[in-house]
């Protein structure tokens, strides 16, 4: 057994924290102010690979695997937890069904725009009325002279206003029970598809988040993503690496919260002494620094069952879950060991904090996690 | 076209470096203690922006330990095409006149090099001798402080480039080959891509060649701790900074900005 990240990983890891570093960094603060996702970063963050870690080589992409995708979500997650999440939803989301379940044909047309940023992945699932529940959503697809023809409307989708191309999860026949359901490739400027203005949120705000609606959108048969029917499993497969993506990212935010507290618990004088000697102090530094590494460790677990090919729907379950929770926990107290500079935008722990909160929620609720994991429990013993 | 690059594995410029008994440890908890020198970086990215523009390839090129291979791993993981390591036990304890020899003769060695480019300095050493000591041993055109390449005539055998100096720039144009040291403003080095970085990988693990003394026909006594000629006598950490701290209170911000300028003055700050 061991710990030790390879060579290569080692070094993406550096490569990461270099581009994080120097060009997120500096701009996290204005990237959440103005909600704008940091487009012209785009062609460099695409050159070094960043948007084409979950697309094969022989389309031109990265392809990583599932542990060096974690790693660099974590590291740009630790600068900018709203670039980090739209990198997570790109690739998790957004590129892996393509590259999973896509024909020659589709691949090799969408994966090369995806992987050089002319288009972000994006995944429609959720539904205004609809999220957790996946059997209950109400956007259909209907066969029609050989084409689709799709309506509904699909909410809180990431990344829909930098996407030319959209997964779309979709009921397809209502007879079938879970068999009914089907993904659909779907042009963003077919006629019929709008993408509503950006959602005014909490947190992650400068990461892009849509309601899209479909209005009787026709696009052909070759548009089906996987086969006919099987778009349940293939969502519930592309979530529990999607989970994953969130855990590493929700690691990655406690990680820059903790460093940002302990330089300010260094600095910061009470009754004569840093505040870092206090005990009140070290105890939840000490409590985030234990709590980081295990979520860090159920992260690494999850990817690497991922891409040693084996079944890693618990473990992504349980990464996610305690991985954000842990994340709200290590970002509140970071705003507690600032005192009232915590609470103040001139430091980034309460951005970190807001955008920690999302965690809990996007790609499967805390509670989903634990309905998810509890299943397998009962299965088990 | 070849063109070289001599690269130099340096700790971190974020490591925490420690003196006891005059031995210098270092160590960085964010990430890696051991990097390439990052002035190199300016000089690998020009040498990749030359090769694309004028094709041909890039040698890299570091004199070091075994286990110094941060420097090649970024020059390939950035685009260098080749990668050699001047490695050898006599090399040891070498100074800036006993490396420049090495590296003389590893680039001798590579036969066919055209331009090789360095770093103005290592940030551990930051001597800034090496490049142009190589350039007098191989008897090659020396341009130091190059801020950019104007141009490459390869089959007019000249180098065109613009040089900083203290009171502004020049331009100068040398024959073919030459060696120049690069400053920051030359460039923006890319970042490894994820693709050059499993190349580099593979590469150190495969196909790196390790020359030593016999393999450069190099004579012994000029290099390592026997061909320098500068001895380190002490090593010591400087005492820690201290200072103290002046609030300026005004009636109005124009006041204590004046107040502040009077006591920059003072202080010779300005």
Redesign the interface.
């Known amino acids: 057994m061991g710990f030790q990240l ?3 990983q ?6 990461v ?3 994080a570093e120097k060009e997120l960094k500096p701009r996290a603060r204005e990237i959440d102010e103005s909600a704008e996702f940091p487009v012209d970063l785009i062609p ?1 963050m695409a ?4 948007l084409s ?1 979950a697309i094969p ?1 022989e389309c031109d992409g ?1 392809d ?1 695997g599932a542990i ?1 995708i974690a790693i660099a979500i974590e590291e740009i997650g630790r600068v900018c937890g709203s670039t980090g999440l739209s990198v997570a939803a790109h690739t998790s989301l957004g590129c892996f069904p393509l590259a999973r379940w896509g024909t020659p044909e589709q691949k090799g047309r969408w994966l090369p725009l995806l992987g050089s940023g002319a288009s972000m992945g994006a995944l429609c699932l959720t539904e205004p009325g609809a999220g957790s529940d996946l059997r209950g959503v109400k956007a259909r697809g209907v066969r029609d002279r050989g084409d689709w023809v799709i309506s509904g409307t699909k909410a809180w989708i990431t990344n829909a206003s930098l996407a030319k191309v959209l997964v779309v999860y979709l009921q397809t026949d209502p007879e079938a029970g879970k068999r009914g359901y089907s993904m659909l490739l779907v042009e963003t400027d077919r006629p019929g598809v709008t993408i509503h203005p950006k959602e005014k949120k909490m947190g992650v705000r400068g990461s892009p988040t849509h309601q899209v609606s479909f209005d009787d959108v026709r696009v052909p048969a070759e548009n089906l993503l996987g086969e006919e029917g099987r778009g349940l499993q293939q969502t519930l497969e592309t979530l529990d690496g999607g989970r994953i993506g969130i855990g590493a990212l929700a690691v990655g935010i406690a990680q820059g919260a903790l460093e940002e507290a302990v330089t300010y618990a260094r600095e910061r004088t009470a009754f004569g002494r840093p505040v870092a000697d206090f005990q009140a102090i070290q105890w939840m530094l000490a409590d985030a620094e234990t709590e980081i590494e295990a979520a860090r460790l159920l992260v690494r677990r999850a990817a690497w069952l991922k891409e040693h090919g084996q079944r890693f729907t618990r473990e992504a379950a349980m990464a996610k879950l305690y991985a954000s929770e842990m994340a709200e926990r290590v970002t509140r107290n970071a705003i507690q060991i600032l005192g009232s500079y915590g609470y103040s935008s001139e430091y980034p722990v309460e951005r970190m904090y807001r955008d920690a909160r999302l965690m809990t929620i996007g790609e499967g609720t805390s509670e989903v996690q634990r309905l998810v994991i509890a299943r397998q429990v009962l299965k088990r013993y | 076209m070849h063109i070289a690059i001599c690269a130099k594995q340096t700790p971190s410029t974020t490591a925490v470096l420690a003196v006891e008994d005059g031995k210098v440890t270092w160590s960085d908890p ?3 203690p051991d ?1 390439a020198n990052p002035w190199d970086e300016y000089a690998i990215e020009e040498a990749i922006r030359l090769k694309e523009k004028h094709g041909g390839k890039v040698t890299a090129i570091s004199m070091g330990p075994e286990e110094a291979r941060e420097a090649l ?1 970024t020059a390939i ?1 950035m685009g260098c095409d080749e990668a050699v390591l001047v490695s050898d036990e006599a090399m040891k304890g070498s100074d800036t006149l006993a490396t420049s020899y090495v590296l003389a003769k590893a680039i001798e060695k590579l036969g066919d090099v055209d331009l090789v480019i360095f770093g103005r300095q290592a940030v551990d050493g930051d001597t800034g001798q090496t490049s142009m000591q190589v350039a007098r041993r191989l008897g090659w055109t020396p341009l130091s402080f190059v801020v950019a390449v104007d141009e490459v005539d390869a089959e007019g055998g000249t180098v065109t480039v613009t040089r900083a100096i203290e009171a502004g720039r020049q331009k100068v144009k040398g024959p073919l080959p030459a060696a120049l040291s690069v400053l920051k403003e030359i460039n923006e080095p ?6 050059g ?2 190349q ?2 593979k590469y ?1 693990r495969r196909s790196l060649p390790i020359w030593a003394t016999a393999d450069l026909e190099a004579d012994s006594s000029k290099i390592g701790a026997a061909g320098s000629r500068v001895r380190w006598l002490q090593v010591y950490a400087l005492p820690p900074k201290e200072g103290e701290c002046t609030m300026i209170e005004a009636d109005s911000p124009e006041a204590a900005a004046a107040e502040l300028v009077d006591k920059l003055l003072e202080e010779k700050v300005l």
Do not use: C, D, N
């Open positions: 390879s060579e290569e080692q070094m993406f890891r550096s490569a924290r270099a581009l460099k050159e070094m690979g960043l870690m080589e990265a990583v060096s | 964010g990430g890696s990097i791993k993981a890319r970042y490894p891509s994820f693709k970085i499993r580099a990988t150190m």
